[in-house]
């Protein structure tokens, strides 16, 4: 079964800045676009940080903000020394979330759950930048025709796992929701085959019709008995 890669659904053509962007263009470049984030790269096009909308409106926040307290926090501190920078290399933040060339889109989604962001770089095995991903690009997935995700179901799922007894299965699929009905040999064969099923890319839910001959579930695997000639 193909796995969908954020490679499949990233953007290419991707703009970034260096480290030395000033921040006077770096507010030009989020406003005029409508980016909420730029990624931040090296002279090799390594991605080295991202600065965001947040770090440039420290700048705002802080604006003629009383001195630091003594025992002030680190981030509180972190947060102030954004708002005296004047490069891009000072501002991003570090070190930056990126998604690595093949990572799945299910993974990437939760990263980006995890770390609270809308978009993530993605970067080759040398962190160079090729692309980026966003959360609405993650949902391209569920984008496909239907007749692509019936072929990934019956050539991807049901041929590897059932082999000849996959005829047995019909498969619908509609606004992409599969429905599977048909007869198996075992409920492990019919549990698997919804399962791999919901995995397919742009599969909304799985309608399981499925019946099977065996139940197989609540097998006990044979005690091997020691010291018996």
Not at 6 to 16: C, E, L, N, Y
Not at 93 to 105: D, E, F
Not at 156 to 177: K, N, R, S
């Amino acid at each position: 079964m193909r796995t969908w890669k954020v490679d499949d659904v990233m953007t290419q053509a991707v703009v970034s800045v260096p480290e030395t962007a000033s921040y006077r263009s770096l507010v030009d470049l989020l406003v005029s676009r409508r980016f909420s984030a730029v990624p931040v790269v090296d002279e090799s096009q390594r991605v080295t940080g991202v600065v965001s909308e947040a770090d440039l409106l420290r700048k705002i926040e802080y604006s003629g903000a009383e001195e630091p307290r003594l025992f002030e926090g680190r981030r509180r501190r972190g947060e102030r020394a954004k708002a005296r920078a004047a490069t891009a290399a000072e501002l991003m933040s570090r070190p930056p979330i990126v998604a690595p060339v093949g990572m799945p889109l299910a993974t990437a989604a939760r990263l980006m759950d995890a770390e609270q962001v809308k978009r993530l770089p993605v970067v080759d095995d040398r962190g160079r930048l090729v692309g980026i991903v966003t959360r609405g690009d993650l949902l391209k997935a569920h984008l496909r025709p239907d007749d692509e995700i019936h072929r990934d179901v019956t050539d991807g799922v049901l041929m590897p796992l059932l082999g000849e007894a996959a005829d047995e299965v019909t498969v619908t699929v509609t606004g992409g929701v599969v429905t599977l009905t048909g007869r198996v040999a075992l409920w492990t064969m019919a549990d698997t085959a919804v399962r791999l099923t919901r995995q397919v890319a742009g599969v909304v839910t799985v309608a399981d019709s499925l019946e099977f001959d065996f139940d197989d579930r609540y097998m006990v695997a044979p005690v091997p008995v020691y010291g018996v000639a």
